[in-house]
Structures are given as structure tokens and as C-alpha cells.
Nanobody
Framework: QVQLVESGGGLVQAGGSLRLSCAASGGTFSGYVMGWFRQAPGKEREFVGSIMRSGGFTSVADSVKGRFTISRDNAKSTVLLQMNSLKPEDTAVYYC??????????WGQGTQVTVSS
């Protein structure tokens, strides 16, 4: 059983930056693909990005490409989401997930990101 805890959310002005962190425990962190998702009020949860087990390959959604970067530190069992040039439409609860083989098996509780215009 893997536990995921997100941190780093908050209120920021448009154009600003935030860095989200997700700390994992209870499993072999390097064995999981890690992902970030977000859910805005009244909307479906959407994929933000993912990073492979070794950290050698990342993928991000078109809506955040060029602004958000994902990285991981397997020694610290941590995955980061660096968010730059934030827009009001990035306002959402951001979730960390762990999985593999096309499935997201574990989820964190989420951290709120609010971008003011």
C-alpha cells in the first residue's frame, strides 16, 4: 500500500509560480510511474503530466506544455510539479498518483492551487 501526500499548493497571482511536491511512503517508489492530475470546480479530473520510473521520460498535457515540468527523486521518494506562468484557468485541486501498466493505483488527497487574475 502506497501513501501519497501532496504539498505546496496555495494562492498565487497570474504569471506566478508554484512548486508542488508529492511524498510517497509504504512502497517501492522507483517501481511506479508517477502522475499529476487536477480537478477544477464542476469539471472532470484531468491529466496534467506523468514521469516514468527512472525519470527519463515525461509527458505533460498540451494545456500546460512549456509551463509545467515534472521531475522525481527516487532516493527521496518524491515527485515534483514545477508550475510557471500560472493562469487563472490552472486553478484546481492537484492530485498526485502512482501506478503502472496503464492504471493509476494510488492517489493522494490533493492540494489546492488558486491563481488570481
Amino acid at each position: 500500500q502506497v501513501q501519497l501526500v501532496e504539498s505546496g499548493g496555495g494562492l498565487v497571482q497570474a504569471g506566478g509560480s508554484l512548486r508542488l511536491s508529492c511524498a510517497a511512503s509504504g512502497g517501492t517508489f522507483s517501481g511506479y510511474v508517477m502522475g499529476w492530475f487536477r480537478q477544477a470546480p464542476g469539471k472532470e479530473r484531468e491529466f496534467v503530466g506523468s514521469i516514468m520510473r527512472s525519470g527519463g521520460f515525461t509527458s505533460v498535457a498540451d494545456s500546460v506544455k512549456g509551463r509545467f515540468t515534472i521531475s522525481r527523486d527516487n532516493a527521496k521518494s518524491t515527485v515534483l510539479l514545477q508550475m510557471n506562468s500560472l493562469k487563472p484557468e490552472d486553478t484546481a485541486v492537484y492530485y498526485c498518483a502512482a501506478g503502472g501498466a496503464g492504471k493509476w493505483a494510488y492517489w493522494g488527497q490533493g492540494t489546492q492551487v488558486t491563481v488570481s487574475s
